[in-house]
């Protein structure tokens, strides 16, 4: 035969679930976007069209529904947990399974209204608004063996409207970019970071307090950094995640600079005191690093894309 099989996977993509639990007058929500891919004794159904060992992908997605009554959804990471268990256990031919997640926030309407966040007894607790701030993701991998739980978030933006510098940088016959020593420094994070929690005979981490706890810490170190680089912020943030989280070994961040550029207003016969900028959308800075626990190994995709 001159081809052979190479790496491959099948699972369903985007399986919309909205778990709601009624506590008598208030409720709750988990809005989840789950997606699984299944690896394992394929050989066949790609080189003879034998489905002997496929389990349909109708099939995972009814688990996903099943799952949502049957477990509840306590978090994204533990019910990717919940799944990717079952698929590997209860299937021989398949080896690992991969839970990808998107949890979108919802606020009670309530809570926005009142200073304190809690409704008055008057105000319904059924009521909610999305929230906006960012998306929360998680992975799961499982293989029988190993777990490797990743979280993070994407879509989070965030500005500085001073302390950020950017000057002293290599210049050729094509800069035209002038030194700045008092900008706006924006983003939009996207953000990644691998547990060192791999199977079930260590304690679990509490993945909701952990993915609370690190976006304040990306968010405090963004606010206090000094920056006079989007690369120094980014390894600020970082830093202080891997500092203060125990159970975090790796975080890698993608962090496009959103330019922000000083209006020329001469024409006007006006003077522009770092008050007046365009926003400009794309072409884009794009600054990828990872910042690791010492002595761990890189294990994250450079892409973050690819999670």
């Known amino acids: 035969m001159p081809t052979m099989l190479g790496q491959n996977q099948y699972g369903k993509a985007e399986t919309r679930v909205v778990r709601i639990t009624r506590d008598g007058r208030t409720h709750h929500i988990k809005d989840l976007n789950v997606s699984v891919a ?25 688990t996903v529904y099943a799952f949502a009554k049957e477990y509840g959804i306590e978090s994204a ?33 309530a809570s926005v209204d009142e200073p304190s966040h809690e409704a008055s007894p008057d105000t319904p607790a059924h009521s909610f608004v999305r929230t906006g701030q960012e998306t929360r993701v998680t992975q799961i991998t499982f293989d029988g063996e190993i777990w490797e739980v990743i979280s ?26 002038r030194e700045a020593y008092d900008r706006i420094l924006a983003t939009e994070i996207s953000a ?6 791999s199977g079930d005979d260590e304690p679990m981490p509490d993945w909701d307090d952990s993915y609370a706890r690190t976006k304040r810490h990306i968010l405090r170190a963004f606010a206090e950094t000094y920056s006079l680089s989007l690369q120094q912020t980014l390894y600020q943030m ?16 993608a962090l496009p600079n959103k330019h922000h550029f000083l209006v020329d207003l001469a024409p006007f016969g006006l003077k522009n005191e ?5 926003a400009a959308d794309r072409p ?18 450079l892409d973050l894309t690819q999670l």
Do not use: C
């Open 38 to 62: 299944l690896q394992g004794d394929m050989a066949d159904v790609h080189y003879s069209g034998s489905n002997a060992h496929v389990l349909p992908t109708d099939t995972t997605k009814n």
């Open 77 to 109: 990471e533990q019910f990717g947990i919940h799944l990717a268990r079952h698929f590997v256990t209860s299937q021989g031919p398949i080896h690992q399974a991969r839970i990808r997640i998107e949890e979108y926030a919802w606020d009670r309407i």
């Open 152 to 177: 993070g978030l994407k879509d989070l933006t965030v500005m500085n409207s001073t302390d950020s510098e950017f000057w002293g940088f290599v210049k050729d016959k094509y800069t035209t970019l």
């Open 192 to 197: 990644r970071w691998r547990h060192h929690w």
């Open 238 to 253: 970082g830093s202080r995640v891997i500092e203060n989280r125990g159970e975090i070994d790796e975080i890698r961040f």
């Open 274 to 278: 770092n008050e007046i900028y365009i």
């Open 284 to 301: 884009y800075g794009l600054i990828e690093a990872t910042v690791l626990r010492d002595g761990a190994e890189p294990r994250i995709p």
